[in-house]
């Protein structure tokens, strides 16, 4: 379909339908420039809290939406295509997390937010890598602690809490394919470059950087540092952001082990949405985000902690 008639459409159909649409930064970039509010995790999980709108399209992965379903009961929440997973989520099976929580019955249960409703549903806490450390710091010094599902994330949150957490097995597939030869080679030739990542790295690209935060993080960090040139390790959809936001700036992706063209990691889940996919979703009101009560109740408690610490 023609773009102009789609963001035509789209406008037309928000406003006639009161619905709001968030973006996370890792959308293609026409859905971000046409979003109501696009963040990260943290501020994305903030606004559902806070949204007004009858219907809530969130352009974005299943957990998202569903995250925003949790705490929305009673406003619909759409997702432009009901099959962007997630490979942290999908990877951190129910039953077998109910059986390591019974395994150690007296830790504390802190999940990403990367996380299905059955997984949150199972936490005490759930976090962002925005307010990980945060959180973790909250929890006494005693107790001791489960994090799931991001080996890496809860890696780094060991180093910078000096706490032992007991860690579940996953990882992000896209956070993970930062080559550490490359991107030396990289910096060698920007020497005067500063190195941002995601903590959802690998530990060896952490170590590299001159900086490690949340998506949102990063971008603070590039807007306010004097650097003209920054390397960036996370997924290729902040780029954007960083681009409209820092014309000042010279932005280099980080490359992958696999990639020697464009030299980025992207999500393969996050570009499933596209412009039209969001036009049908608003037009049909389909695919709708669905939760069982019971389930509801029991994520949302992690959700809210959260929440309110933040």
Same mark, same amino acid.
């Given at each position: 379909?023609?773009?102009?008639?789609?963001?035509?459409?789209?406008?037309?159909?928000?406003?006639?339908?009161?619905?709001?649409?968030?973006?996370?930064?890792?959308?293609?970039?026409?859905?971000?420039?046409?979003?109501?509010?696009?963040?990260?995790?943290?501020?994305?999980?903030?606004?559902?809290?806070?949204?007004?709108?009858?219907?809530?399209?969130?352009?974005?992965?299943?957990?998202?939406?569903?995250?925003?379903?949790?705490?929305?009961?009673?406003?619909?929440?759409?997702?432009?295509?009901?099959?962007?997973?997630?490979?942290?989520?999908?990877?951190?099976?129910?039953?077998?997390?109910?059986?390591?929580?019974?395994?150690?019955?007296?830790?504390?249960?802190?999940?990403?937010?990367?996380?299905?409703?059955?997984?949150?549903?199972?936490?005490?806490?759930?976090?962002?890598?925005?307010?990980?450390?945060?959180?973790?710091?909250?929890?006494?010094?005693?107790?001791?602690?489960?994090?799931?599902?991001?080996?890496?994330?809860?890696?780094?949150?060991?180093?910078?809490?000096?706490?032992?957490?007991?860690?579940?097995?996953?990882?992000?597939?896209?956070?993970?394919?930062?080559?550490?030869?490359? #991107?030396?080679? &990289?910096? !060698?030739?920007?020497? /005067?470059?500063? %190195? +941002? $990542?995601?903590?959802?790295?690998?530990? =060896?690209?952490?170590?590299?950087?001159?900086?490690?935060?949340?998506?949102?993080?990063? #971008?603070?960090? &590039?807007? !306010?540092?004097?650097? /003209?040139?920054? %390397? +960036? $390790?996370?997924?290729?959809?902040?780029? =954007?952001?960083?681009?409209?936001?820092?014309?000042?700036?010279?932005?280099?992706?980080?490359?992958?082990?696999?990639? !020697?063209?464009?030299?980025?990691?992207?999500?393969?889940?996050?570009?499933?949405?596209?412009?039209?996919?969001?036009?049908?979703?608003?037009?049909?009101?389909?695919?709708?985000?669905?939760?069982?009560?019971?389930?509801?109740?029991?994520?949302?408690?992690?959700?809210?902690?959260?929440?309110?610490?933040?």
């Amino acid at each position: 379909m023609d773009k102009l008639f789609l963001v035509s459409e789209i406008n037309r159909l928000r406003q006639e339908k009161d619905a709001i649409i968030l973006a996370h930064y890792y959308q293609e970039k026409e859905i971000q420039d046409i979003a109501d509010f696009v963040g990260d995790s943290l501020e994305l999980s903030k606004k559902a809290a806070t949204a007004d709108a009858a219907i809530i399209v969130f352009a974005g992965v299943y957990f998202m939406a569903e995250t925003a379903k949790i705490i929305n009961p009673n406003k619909k929440v759409l997702l432009p295509d009901i099959n962007a997973g997630c490979s942290l989520a999908d990877g951190c099976d129910p039953l077998r997390f109910k059986a390591l929580k019974e395994f150690y019955p007296d830790h504390v249960v802190v999940t990403y937010i990367n996380s299905s409703a059955e997984i949150k549903a199972l936490s005490d806490w759930v976090c962002t890598s925005s307010n990980a450390k945060k959180i973790i710091e909250a929890i006494p010094e005693g107790k001791e602690i489960i994090f799931a599902p991001d080996k890496n994330l809860g890696m780094y949150l060991k180093k910078v809490t000096n706490r032992d957490l007991l860690l579940w097995e996953g990882s992000c597939v896209v956070h993970e394919a930062f080559s550490l030869d490359k #991107l030396i080679e &990289i910096y !060698n030739a920007n020497p /005067t470059a500063k %190195i +941002v $990542a995601h903590p959802e790295s690998e530990r =060896h690209i952490l170590e590299t950087a001159h900086y490690i935060g949340s998506t949102s993080g990063m #971008l603070n960090f &590039i807007r !306010n540092n004097s650097a /003209t040139t920054f %390397i +960036v $390790a996370t997924e290729a959809g902040i780029l =954007h952001q960083i681009a409209k936001e820092t014309l000042q700036k010279t932005i280099i992706p980080a490359p992958t082990y696999e990639d !020697n063209t464009c030299a980025c990691s992207e999500c393969a889940f996050m570009k499933i949405n596209t412009l039209e996919k969001l036009y049908l979703c608003l037009k049909n009101e389909s695919p709708e985000i669905t939760i069982e009560e019971e389930l509801r109740l029991q994520a949302i408690k992690p959700i809210n902690r959260m929440l309110h610490l933040s």
